[in-house]
C-alpha cells in the first residue's frame, strides 16, 4: 500500500542523508521525496511516499522517529489528509496536434508556463492520481520531458 | 579567559567526569593532544591501533556502566576506528568518538587525510556530528554525551576540523543540561500497557521469561531478580544479557538461542507466554521465524520502540526503561492470583534432565569446555570475562556462570572478532581490583595482537586463555556440518609460539598441553596478580559447538551433542548463516 509520511526535522546539514541512508541501509522503498525549509527556519518538512504493507510502515515510521534530528513523523495515510504534487510537463506541439492537446490542459487545469517554437511547458497540479492521467491522457509520443516534485502534503486538523 | 578548542574540548571532558581516553594521535588531533598533555585529570591510553582504542574505551564502558570515549585522528585513524563504533553500535554501548577532521577549508578536497567521517560512520553510530566552528563546540560536546547516554545508548561520533581546536574563544563553562526538542529520551510507562500484560501473566500457565541486554545497561539485574522470584516464572536470557539473572540459580534456564540449552528452547517453544525484557528477538535467538514460538502470546519491554514488532509480533508492547517497567509490572501484581505452573516446571525438568551441555570426554585430550569450567572453579565464578568470536564464545558463555551483570563482555551483535584483547584492558582498567580472563582462540587474538604492548606500558594485568585448536573452529564446524567437510580456509597453518610472544612483549606465556597441567596452570596464572599471562592451551581440534540450532531451524529442533543424525540444512537456512 502507497503511504505518505510527512516529517519536520531539524534544517542541519546531513539530516536529509541521515532518511535517505536509512531507507537505503534497510532496504525501505523511496516513491518520492521531497524537502524544504518551513515557516521556521530552523525545520525542515519533508515528505516521502513509501510502498510497504503496514508493518513496514509502521517499522519505516518507528526508525525515523529514532533518529535524533527528526522532530515529528506523522503517517499522512492514516489521517484525514491534503496532498499535492506538481509537474512540468514539456509536450511536442505540432499545428495538428494542438488543439487536441489544449482540450486536455484544459480538463486537468493545467496552465502553459512555457512556449517555444513547437513545444508548451505545461504546469499540472494535484493529486499524483491527477498528474498521472494527466500524463496518459497525452500521446505518449508527443512527451518531451516530464519533471515531478514528488508529494507534499500536510494533515488536514488543526493539530495532530 | 579566552582558550582554543581544544582546551575547550578538554575542559568539557573534564567536566563531563571523564576520567580515561583511549586514543591514538596524528596530525588531525595534534591540537587535542597538547591540550591533554596539560590535563591531569584523565588518563590517556595510547593503543597500538585505532580498533583497539574503540573497543577499549567499549569493554571501560561496559564494566563501568559509565561512557567510554575514544579520540582518533582523521583519515585513517577513523576508518581504522569503523569496526569498533560498528561493535558498541549493535551491543548498544554509551559511547563518544572525538575524531579529528582536516581544517574546514580544505575538507572536500581530498586533502591529506581527509575522509567523510560522518558519512562513513552514519550507519553505525546513534548520531554524528561535524564542528566545524568553535562556537558549536560545548553544546555539540554536551549533546553527544546526553545523546550517547540516555534513551537506548550507543556510539556518538563527534568530527572536529582542525581549525577549531586552533580557534579560540571566552570559554564560559560546560553546561550542566541540555534540552533538544528532536530528542526526548525520557517515557514512560504507560499503564493501559502494565494493565494488559498482567493480564497475560495471570492467565500464563506456560510462562518464561526472556531477558536480553536490556536487563544489563538499563541496570536491571535488581528488580529483574525480585520479579523472577516474586513470579517463581523460569527466566532464560540473551547471549547479551547474562549475568542480570544469576545463572547458578534453579530458576535460571540458561542461555536461548542457536547455542542455548535445550531447556531454554524448549520452554520457549511450548511457552504460551513470553516476558521479553530489553531483548530484541535477534535471528541467534529466533531461529527460523516461522516456527518461533508458535503458541505464546509476548509482552514486549524494551526502551527502543523500533526493536518492538521489528521481527516477531507482540501482543503488549511495554515501552520504557526496564527498570520502569518491571517496577510498574510488580505493583501492578500486588496481590493478584498467579495460574499454578508447577506442571510447567515438571516439564522442564524433563528437558533439563536430558543434560544438554553434557560432553564426552577423552583421555589426554584437552577439552576446551573443561577448559572454561577450571576457569569458573579457579576464579570462584567471580572474574570479569571477555571474549572474542567462535567457538571459545559460546563455550565461554555456556560453562561460565555468570551470577552478577558486567562480568561478561563480549561482542554479541556486530560479531566482531579482536575485540577480546582490547575490551579486557579497558575493563580492568574500570575494575583494577577484578580479576580479568580473556577467553579467546589463535584465529581471533591474532586480529588485536598489537595491544599486548599497550597493557604492558599502562599496566593492566589480564590472563588470556587461549583455546588453540589451530582451525578457526566456528567455520570448520560450519563446513563439517553443511558444506561436506571441504575445510576451506579455516585452517591456520604457521601459528606463532604465542608462549615466546608473549614474553616478548613482557608478559608471561605458559603453553598448556596435558590436561593435567590445565588446572595447576591457571591457578599459576592468576596468581600473578600484577602480571598479564598468556595461557596457550591445546584443545581437542575436533571439538564442536553443542547443542545447536541450524539455520533455519525452530527451537525444539535442537542438535544435541554425541548424535550421529548430523546437522543438515536447506539452501533457506544456510542464507540465515
Known sequence: MRHIISLQLENESGALSRVAGLFSARGFNIESLTVAPTNDETLSRMTIVSIGDDDIVEQIV??????????????????????????????????????????????????????????????????????????????????????????????????? | MKLNGAQILVNCLQSEGIDHIFGYPGGAVLHIYDALNACDKIKHILVRHEQGAVHGADGYARVSGKCGVALVTSGPGLTNAVTGIATAYMDSIPMVVISGQVSSAVIGNDAFQEVDAVGITRSCVKHNFLVTDINDLVNVVKKAFHIATTGRPGPVLIDITKDTTIAKIEFSGYPKSINMRSYQPEIKIKTT??????????????????????????????????????????????????????????????????????????????????????????????????????????????????SVGKTVGVNVSIIGQVNDAL????????????????????????????????????????????????????????????????QHQMW?????????????????????????????????????????????????????????????????????????????????????????KRYSMSYMDALPDFVKLAESYGHIGIKVEKEADLKPALIEAFKQKNRTVFLDILIDPSENVFPMIPAGAGHHEMLLAGRDDMASTNDEGLNLV
Open chain 1, 62 to 160: 518507528k526508525q525515523l522517529d529514532k533518529l535524533i534530528d527528526v522532530v515529528r513523523v506523522t503517517n499522512l495515510t492514516a489521517t484525514g489528509h491534503i496532498e499535492r504534487e506538481l509537474a512540468l510537463v514539456k509536450i511536442d506541439v505540432s499545428p495538428n496536434s494542438q488543439a487536441e492537446i489544449d482540450k486536455h490542459i484544459d480538463e486537468y487545469g493545467g496552465k502553459i508556463v512555457g512556449v517555444s517554437e513547437d513545444t508548451y511547458t505545461v504546469e499540472v497540479a494535484g493529486k499524483s492520481q491527477r498528474v498521472d492521467d494527466f500524463l496518459v491522457s497525452i500521446d505518449a509520443s508527443k512527451i518531451l520531458e516530464v519533471s515531478r516534485t514528488g508529494v507534499t502534503g500536510v494533515c488536514q486538523k488543526r493539530e495532530y
Open chain 2, 193 to 306: 500497557q502494565i494493565t494488559k500484560a498482567v493480564a497475560l501473566i495471570v492467565q500464563a500457565k506456560k510462562p518464561i521469561i526472556y531477558s536480553g541486554g536490556g536487563s544489563v545497561i538499563g541496570n536491571a539485574d535488581k528488580i529483574l531478580r525480585v520479579f523472577t522470584r516474586h513470579t517463581g516464572f523460569p527466566i532464560t536470557q540473551t547471549l547479551m544479557g547474562l549475568g542480570a539473572y544469576p545463572a547458578s540459580d534453579k530458576q535460571a534456564l540458561g542461555m536461548l538461542g542457536m547455542h542455548g540449552t535445550y531447556e531454554s528452547n524448549m520452554a520457549m517453544h511450548d511457552s504460551d507466554c513470553i516476558i521479553a525484557v530489553g531483548a530484541r528477538f535477534d535471528d541467534r535467538i529466533t531461529g527460523n521465524l516461522d516456527k518461533f514460538c508458535p503458541y505464546a502470546k509476548i509482552i514486549h519491554i524494551d526502551i527502543d520502540p523500533s
Open chain 2, 396 to 484: 565461554a558463555a555456556q560453562y561460565y556462570l555468570f551470577d552478577k551483570p558486567r562480568r561478561w563482555i563480549n561482542s554479541g551483535g556486530l560479531g566482531t572478532m579482536g575485540f577480546g584483547l582490547p575490551a579486557a584492558m579497558g575493563a580492568k582498567l574500570a575494575a583494577p581490583e577484578m580479576d580479568v580472563a580473556c577467553v579467546t582462540g589463535e584465529g581471533s587474538i591474532q586480529m588485536m595482537l598489537q595491544e599486548l604492548s599497550t597493557m604492558l606500558q599502562y599496566d593492566t594485568p589480564v590472563k588470556i586463555i587461549n583455546l588453540n585448536n589451530g582451525y578457526l573452529g566456528m567455520v570448520r564446524q560450519w563446513q563439517e556440518f553443511f558444506y561436506d
Open chain 2, 327 to 390: 517496577s510498574a509490572l510488580m505493583q501492578a501484581l500486588k496481590g493478584k492470583q498467579l495460574a499454578d505452573i508447577s506442571q510447567w516446571w515438571a516439564q522442564i525438568e524433563t528437558w533439563r534432565s536430558v543434560d544438554s551441555m553434557a560432553y564426552k570426554t577423552k583421555a589426554g585430550v584437552i577439552k576446551p569446555q573443561s577448559v572454561i569450567e577450571a576457569l569458573y572453579e579457579v576464579t570462584k565464578g567471580e572474574a570479569i570475562v571477555t571474549s572474542d568470536v567462535g
